[in-house]
């Protein structure tokens, strides 16, 4: 992946939790489940070639159609969750639980992917349900923002 495009990933997600934030009481809502993320997980891989299906477990729609317009075919490798790690947002960024997930790709080679479960009001959604692309999860405005966890 260039890294334009992983530029890309990581703003989009860094302006999906800021949108998010802000759209919703924090107080009423909590940091999803692993069990859920779990779901969700195996969901997003049951949804790969149904894109209103795969987006509907997204915390943002149009983040979501952003993302699978040149995200390519979906590899048949199931992603598997590596590791988890609550975070615990600031300022207009909500709290949630960190993700990576692990897949390969047509070739053999893994692909990384970090997100965040966040709880919204529908329910325990990932704010990059692609899986299939390198990202990393932003606390900023800015690709350099990115939080590092460690599995």
Known sequence: MSVRKMAVTTVVAALA???LAGCTGASELRVP???EVESLVEHAYDSRGDETALC???S????CEILLQDAGTAPT???EIVCTQPY???DSYKAGLLVRTVTADGSGDAITHDTI???T???AKLMNVVYWRPSTVSAGDATDDAIDFTC
Do not use: R, T, Y
Not at 60 to 63: I, R
């Open 17 to 19: 939790v800021a949108l």
């Open 33 to 35: 489940e692993v069990a």
């Open 56 to 58: 509907d477990l997204a």
């Open 60 to 63: 943002s729609q149009g983040n």
């Open 77 to 79: 490798a199931q992603p």
């Open 88 to 90: 615990e947002g600031h």
């Open 117 to 119: 479960a966040i709880d």
């Open 121 to 123: 009001p529908e329910g």
